[in-house]
C-alpha cells in the first residue's frame, strides 16, 4: 500500500457522501473501486443500470455518475485532501469513467483544496428532489447569479430563460408525457424503478419510492413528472395546484460527447447543492431530453448554449423527503 493510500474506513465516508448524489430514477448507475497497491479510487459505470430506451447514448448515466464524481470532491475538500483526478482515463473502457488520487498534485481536474467545495458538504444530506409545488416568489437575481458562477466553475452554462421559453419547455413537457405513454416498451423501462407501494413491495434501496412522487395536479401539466404507475394510484397521495410560471434553468455545455456529459453531472450536482445551501428546492425536469426530437428544440435560442444536458426547476417550497441509496459495501470494492 503506498503512502498516498487512505483508510477503508475514510474510504467507505467518502463514497458514502458520493452516493447521494442525484441519478436518472434513481438508479445510482455507479460503483467505486479502490486499487489498493496505487491508493487511486476508480469510478465505472454499472452496466446493470443503463436505460437502453430512455438513455441509448448512455448520456443521463455519465451525468449522474458526474453528479456522484462531484459528491466525492466534496467530502475529500470537507476531509482537507486534495486530489489529482482523470476522466475517461482509459480509452479501451468506456465503463471507466475516473480515476481519483487523493493527496496528489491536482493540476487541470483536480479537486485542490477548493473552500468552496468543503461548505457544500452539508448539503449532501439536505438536498432532495422536491416534487411539491413551490410560491409563486420568484427566485432573487443574486441566487441565479451566484448559481450560474457555480456552474461555470465546471465549465457549464447555466441559463435562465424568459417566460416565453418556460411556456414553449411546458409544451414539450406534455409532448414528452404523450410520448412516453404510447410507448409501452419505454413506459415499461421507467416503472421498473418505480416502487409503488402496493401490498408487498420491497421498497428497496433504489428507485423511486411512492412517497417521493408528490400530488397529482388535475387538468394541466405539472412543472414535475409523474411516476405513478398507471392503474397503480398510491395509497394517501392527494392533489395540489402548482406554481402557474415554474422557474427553470437550463444546463448546458459547448458540446456534446462522454467527457462534458461528466462535466454536466459535476455542474450540476454543484447548482443543486448551492441551491440548497441558499434555501431553494429543487427538482429535475429530465424528461423532455430523453427523446432526440424534443431535446433539440430544448434549447433557448438566446443564450448560444450548444447542448441542453438537464433542466432544473428552483424555488421555495417543500425540500421533499431522501430517497433510498445503496449501502457502500454494495458500491465499494478494494482490489
Aim: with cysteine.
Amino acid at each position: 500500500m503506498t503512502a498516498n493510500a487512505l483508510p477503508r474506513e475514510l474510504v467507505a465516508s467518502l463514497v458514502a457522501d458520493a452516493v447521494t448524489a442525484p441519478s436518472m430514477h434513481n438508479a445510482q448507475p455507479w460503483t467505486f473501486v479502490l486499487r489498493t497497491g496505487t491508493g487511486t479510487l476508480e469510478l465505472h459505470g454499472d452496466p446493470s443500470r443503463e436505460m437502453p430506451l430512455a438513455d441509448p447514448d448512455r448520456r443521463a448515466l455519465h451525468i449522474g455518475c458526474g453528479a456522484a464524481l462531484f459528491g466525492l470532491r466534496v467530502a475529500l475538500a470537507h476531509h482537507d485532501l486534495p486530489a489529482a483526478i482523470d476522466l475517461l482515463p482509459d480509452p479501451g473502457d468506456p465503463w471507466h469513467l475516473a480515476d481519483v488520487r487523493p493527496n496528489a498534485t491536482a493540476p487541470g481536474n483536480g479537486t485542490g483544496l477548493d473552500e468552496h467545495l468543503a461548505a457544500l458538504r452539508p448539503s449532501l444530506r439536505d438536498r432532495h428532489t422536491s416534487r411539491f409545488p413551490f410560491s409563486e416568489e420568484r427566485v432573487p437575481a443574486v441566487i441565479m447569479d451566484r448559481l450560474r458562477t457555480v456552474a461555470a466553475r465546471e465549465a457549464c452554462q447555466l441559463v435562465i430563460p424568459g417566460p416565453w421559453f418556460v411556456n414553449a419547455f411546458m409544451d414539450l413537457v406534455h409532448d414528452s408525457e404523450l410520448y412516453e405513454a404510447a410507448d409501452a416498451h419505454v413506459r415499461a423501462e421507467v416503472d421498473a424503478w418505480i416502487r409503488s407501494g402496493g401490498a408487498g413491495e420491497d421498497v428497496g434501496n433504489e428507485g423511486i419510492p411512492a412517497y417521493a412522487f408528490g400530488p397529482r395536479q388535475h387538468g394541466a401539466t405539472a412543472p414535475v413528472r409523474d411516476f405513478e404507475p398507471p392503474g397503480k394510484r398510491a395509497r394517501g397521495r392527494g392533489s395540489a395546484h402548482f406554481e402557474e410560471e415554474p422557474q427553470i434553468a437550463l444546463l448546458g455545455t459547448a458540446g456534446d460527447t462522454p467527457r462534458e456529459w461528466l462535466a454536466a453531472g459535476q455542474a450540476l450536482h454543484r447548482v443543486l447543492l448551492r441551491a440548497t445551501l441558499d434555501g431553494l428546492a429543487t427538482s429535475l425536469m429530465s424528461q423532455p431530453l430523453e427523446w432526440p426530437e424534443l431535446r433539440t428544440l430544448a434549447r433557448d435560442p438566446e443564450s448560444g448554449t450548444g447542448f441542453v444536458q438537464m433542466v432544473l426547476r428552483l424555488g421555495y417550497g417543500p425540500r421533499g423527503r431522501a430517497t433510498p441509496r445503496r449501502p457502500v459495501s454494495e458500491v465499494l470494492t478494494f482490489a
